[in-house]
């Protein structure tokens, strides 16, 4: 026989054991088998069931069991009422029904427990709500149950009660967060999609110059991806190039489709559009920032020569200077009515010549390295080139160009900010 104090030591032990079993990342399922093999193994009792409540049904689920044999799990049934009452009941015998809150439930399943020798009934609770029941069978050497096999007991279904209620809360945490989630990913594919009906509106309005919105977010996004930013500052990037002409919505269209070269009036006309994509855009709320101020600054310089507010150097915002990029190398790439686009050597002189007064160095570098990986077939997704004329540059001669350019642009990056520290 034991003494008290062993017994005490034992309990503690199996409820330190059965706390480190619930506190485990292992599965659910594995969990509760655990946990009823502890609760059996410590008051040596041959057989149980962990009972679970089902949510939306009076029924309860068999989730653990242990010793009951092919015909168990019996069909056990919990009303609300019950519920309440079991949760300050404790616990009750099913062969004495010595516990009136369990008349009900006895009457209706005292047979079917008695047949599967069963002869205990504790509930268990996690915050205040029935979590179920675990039925439990008599001890291995027939004693009869003492106080504290009863108060460790309860003590220990109290346990598991509360693993199975943290669990459901974790699974209806998980639910709702993958129901949010798919209402998010919902909602940004409309935002996307809405984008493009803008930037499709807007091209339309310009017949010169169809598909230009598309490909400036395209190019905007290829920059930002070869930057390293991250996914949602690259697809923030994109969204700013599809809607970067959005204010001329508000030009009239025969200055936009003028096929000459428009007057200094018709010119003071088409450069509102900036100024008027900023306030179209402003009033929405973009779940990417500076959404409204790369429409407004779109067509600002690095040496204040831009407009419309003359802003210098570090004044225009970073994602400005991609977009920048972005437009002017579809502008340059693109026919129009009063010009012919540009061969692609011209294109790299321009950038070479207008780097540091209207072009980002880093952006220049960057957008040139994701062109280079294309040509020379370093990536296989051809993003930049697929919006190109097929036959727009010879791809022998696009290496050298590129490659020389971005070396220079590097090595005079270099130098300039050397020269910085040492100043």
């Known amino acids: 026989m034991e003494s008290n104090t062993e ?26 088998r655990t946990s009823l093999h502890v609760l059996l193994g410590t008051l040596a009792i041959r057989r149980g069931a962990v009972m679970a409540c089902t949510p939306g049904s009076d029924a309860l689920e068999c989730i653990a069991l ?28 099913v062969t004495q029904n010595d516990n009136s809150s369990f008349s009900h439930f006895l009457n209706r399943h005292q047979t079917e427990l008695q047949n599967s020798r069963l002869e205990l009934i ?7 709500e029935l979590s179920g029941l675990v039925v439990l069978g008599r001890k291995a050497s027939d004693e009869p149950f003492t106080e504290d096999d009863l108060e460790v007991m309860r003590a220990m279904v109290r346990h598991i009660g509360v693993g199975i209620h943290t669990h459901r ?12 989630r798919r209402l998010y990913e919902e909602m940004r ?67 936009i489709n003028a096929p000459y070269k428009i007057d200094a009036k018709a010119s003071k006309e088409l450069n509102r559009h900036p100024a008027a994509g900023f306030e179209i855009l402003s009033p929405i709320h973009h779940p990417y920032a ?7 600054y779109h067509h600002e310089r690095l040496d204040g020569r831009g407009y419309p507010d003359g802003l210098r150097g570090d004044e225009i915002p970073f994602g400005v200077r991609i977009v920048t990029l972005a437009d002017s190398f579809d502008a340059m790439t693109t026919d129009r009515p009063y010009k012919t686009r540009l061969s692609f050597e011209h294109v790299i002189q321009d950038f070479r010549r207008n780097t540091g007064t209207q072009f980002d160095s880093k952006v220049v570098v960057a957008f040139s390295r994701a062109l280079l990986k294309e040509v020379t077939g370093a990536v296989k997704e051809r ?38 520290t040492l100043a």
Request: net charge negative; proline share 3%.
């Open 383 to 420: 993003r930049i080139m697929k919006l190109l004329n097929k036959n727009y540059f010879d791809l022998d001669r696009a290496v050298p160009l590129l490659t020389n350019l971005i070396t220079e642009l590097d090595s005079n990056t270099q130098s300039t900010a050397a020269a910085g």
């Open 189 to 255: 594919t409309i935002y996307k999609d809405t984008v493009r009906a803008f930037a499709a509106a807007i091209d339309v309005k310009d017949k010169y110059t169809k598909g230009h919105s598309e490909r400036v977010g395209k190019y905007s996004e290829v920059i930002a991806r070869e930057l390293g930013w991250t996914e949602e500052a690259v697809e923030g990037m994109a969204i700013a190039g599809y809607l970067h002409d959005v204010g001329k919505l508000v030009v009239e269209r025969d200055i």
């Open 66 to 93: 242990w010793g009951l044999g092919d015909g168990f799990p019996i069909q056990l049934t919990v009303t609300a009422p019950e519920r309440e009452q079991f949760l300050g009941a404790g616990l009750c015998r």
């Open 290 to 296: 500076d959404i409204p101020l790369m429409a407004r």
């Open 169 to 180: 809360l974790l699974g209806q945490i998980e639910q709702r967060a993958e129901e949010n």
């Open 7 to 32: 017994k005490l030591v034992h309990a503690f032990g199996a409820l330190a054991d059965l706390g480190q079993e619930i506190a485990s990342e292992g599965g659910f399922s594995e969990m509760v």
């Open 122 to 128: 504790v509930p268990m609770a996690g915050r205040g």
